[in-house]
Structure formats: C-alpha cells, structure tokens
C-alpha cells in the first residue's frame, strides 16, 4: 500500500487557521481601538457639550444675580421714598393738631398765669410758668383737662416765684396731648 503523507495538509490546515486566527485577532483588536477611540471621542464630545451648557448656565446665573441686585437695591430706595412720604404725611397730619393745641391753651389760661415755655416731647407738653396764686394754677388744670385736644394736666412742681416776688407762684406742669385719627386724617 501507497502511504499518503498527510501531515504537510495538517500542517497547511493549521497554518491556516493560525493566519485565520492571527488576522481575527488583528481585525477584533482594531476594531476594539476603534470603538474605545470612538467611545473616548464620543464623551470629550458630550463632556465639552455639557462643559459648555454649565458655562452658558453660570454666565446666566450672574446675570440673574446682578438684576436681583439692582432689584434689591431697587426696594431699599423704595422703602426709603416709603418712609419719606410716611413721614411727610405725619408732619402734615400734625399741624393742625399745633394750631389746635395753641389755640386750646390760649383759651386755657385764666387771667393772672403766665407761660414761660413750652417744650414737647412725643405726645407730651411741659408748661413752665408762673401765676398770681395756687387757684389759677389749679383753674388751668381743670381748663385744660376739659379741653379736646389735651388731656391729663399734671402738676410736677409749685413754688413761690422769687424773680416777682410778692405772692406769685412759679409751677411746672406736664399735659398729655390728644391724638384723634379722625382729625388727622381730616386735616390732610
């Protein structure tokens, strides 16, 4: 019987194949580098996208930040032109309340009493003055307790008047105003 080599065919096969698996393996690898280049590719292209949206967002934000700002700034001047107008009103409101009172203690004060001063403090007025006797002095409380617009007249202090001398009395008394909402707001 004839004998067939067959191990050169063997050895061909498996050359083969090796070439086969060696370009597979050479074609799977550059592949793989292409698809980790491209994934790579791929999130820098996301990365510099949402890099750039966050700036876009921050340069926004300080936009918004300087407009709340100058809103900010905005309401303190408005509350400062509040305050000014609230006060305006008050001193408006309160001078005919000053003509009233002058005009009360003008027809408080009996003959014989005598003003030297007249200080005010909140709601509160501090008469000095001197008068011919006690009774005049006692005459002007109930004058005054009687009046509409003051109310509450307090005797601080009484004694004899020595720049006049004779009987005169010099007294310091403290007088309560009173503030009523329906003449202030009237008299705007």
Sequence with gaps: ???????????ELRKERQRQ??????????LGIVVVFSYKYTVSLQIESQVSRNNFLKAEIAKLDQQ???????????????????????????????????????RAVPEGLNLRSMN?????????????????????MRKIDASEYLKNGTLKDIDTDRSFGGGRKAFSLTVDEVVKEDNQAGGS
């Design 21 to 30: 698996f060696l370009s597979m393996l050479g074609l799977v690898l550059v």
């Design 1 to 11: 019987m004839s004998r067939i080599n067959l191990l050169p065919w063997r050895e």
């Design 120 to 140: 005010r403090r909140g709601n509160q007025l501090i008469l000095i003055g001197s008068a011919e006797s006690a009774q005049r002095v006692t005459s002007f």
């Design 68 to 106: 709340i700002q100058e809103i900010q700034k905005l309401e303190q001047e408005r509350q400062r032109l509040i305050d000014r107008m609230k006060m305006i009103t008050s001193l408006q409101q309160s001078r005919p309340r000053v003509v009233r009172i002058f005009d009360e203690m003008v």
